[in-house]
């Protein structure tokens, strides 16, 4: 067995900032700030269930208090944990507009984007949910953090990760020295390390699509999963599909047993030209993950997800993600002949 194996989080982000001798300390700070939300989040999405019970009308749970949607309880807990923990100047959140300001007197040097709980359809129906999150070190000067602070490609992230409510809650995160994964033990609260430096298989025998939108796909995607399909017909690789629909639960499985996941343009709704993903808090802080266990992200015309400039908070972006070997053949579809 791994002798890192079982340790706890904590211990895995300050050997990691050692790596780091200008460091101080501040990121771990932040790090560990995320996982306490992440507990918070977790104990709520156990109760998730029980909660309309509990509050009888519907309306209040049994201490009297508003019965939150989860994902807006995921929100405000993050956001609360985030404006006054001291590490960062400003943040943004799938769920909100604009730039969210920390309080007064609490500006720190990072910022932080996130989507609270991914995977919405899933939320009601007892299938696994997370936490994406993207941290970046501030560029602007001066007290408050900017929108220009939030608009940084994925390439300078220095840290990014999902914490996943599943089977287990699991913590997977990387400051650029490889992917570590932590299960959380909820009878102590504390998360162990489980999946010590991840490496995505090279090869896969998983896509993960939404195939019902066939129709709506243009040629290119056709012909790729066309492609991973035959492959099966000739009996080289036998392809399976699996499809979760929350992208953090599609991404971990495919990062743990190997897999693509493909969202990429299509002409389903005129509103998402650039398909449905998010770029800064869904597809980067993927892309970063993956990249550091051995895989790759890019978009349906070949660029590398980490060196897009944003351009807007919550800008949409195709995306192809997962295994070197199945990246690489989607890039040749999507880049020109093949
Ligand atoms: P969110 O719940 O944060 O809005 O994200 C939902 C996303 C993503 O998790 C998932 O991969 C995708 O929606 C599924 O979309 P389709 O239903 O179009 O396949
Ligand atoms: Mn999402
Ligand atoms: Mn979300």
């Known amino acids: 067995m791994d002798k890192r194996k079982g340790i706890i989080v904590s211990r895995q982000i300050m050997d990691s900032q050692k790596l780091h001798p ?3 300390g501040e990121l ?3 790090l560990n700030e995320l996982i306490v939300a992440g507990k918070i989040i977790s104990a709520e999405v156990n109760m998730a269930g029980l909660a309309d019970i509990l509050g009888q009308s519907g309306k209040t749970n049994i201490q009297g208090e508003e019965v939150q949607k989860l994902d807006e309880f995921a929100n405000q807990t ?3 944990r985030m404006e006054q923990c001291g590490y960062i100047c400003a943040m943004g959140s799938e769920e909100d507009d604009g730039v969210i300001p920390v309080l007064d007197g609490y500006e ?4 932080v984007a996130f989507d609270p709980l991914d995977g919405s359809s ?3 129906v007892n299938v696994s949910i997370g936490t994406i999150f993207s941290v970046h070190r501030r560029k602007s000067r001066g007290k408050h953090g900017k929108m220009s602070d939030l608009l940084q490609k994925g390439r300078d992230q220095v840290g990014a990760g999902y914490i996943i409510y599943g089977s287990s809650t699991m913590l997977v995160y990387t400051t650029g020295d490889g992917v570590y994964g932590f299960t959380l033990d909820p009878s102590v609260g504390e998360f162990f390390l489980s999946h010590p430096d991840i490496k995505i298989p090279e090869r896969s025998k998983y896509y993960s699509v939404n195939e019902a ?3 709506y796909w243009y040629d290119n995607t056709r012909a790729y999963i066309e492609h991973l399909k035959d492959l099966d017909y000739r009996g080289e690789r036998s392809y399976s599909l699996r499809y ?9 499985r495919n990062l743990i047993t190997g897999g693509v996941f493909v969202y990429a343009r299509d002409k ?3 509103d998402k030209p650039e398909g449905k993903l998010r770029l800064l808090y869904e597809a980067a802080p993927l892309a970063m993950v993956v990249e550091q266990a051995g895989g790759r992200a890019i978009t349906d015309d070949g660029r590398n997800i980490l060196d897009i400039e944003p351009t807007d908070l919550h800008q949409r972006v195709p995306l192809i993600i997962g295994s070197k070997e199945e990246v690489d053949l989607a890039e040749k579809y999507f880049t020109g002949p093949v």
């Open 22 to 24: 200008e460091a101080t």
């Open 28 to 30: 771990t700070g932040l």
């Open 122 to 124: 899933n939320i009601d």
């Open 268 to 270: 389903k709704s005129t």
């Open 108 to 111: 720190g040097k990072y910022t």
């Open 78 to 80: 993050i956001k609360r």
């Open 244 to 252: 979760i629909g929350s992208l953090v639960s599609d991404f971990h």
């Open 213 to 215: 939108y066939t129709k």
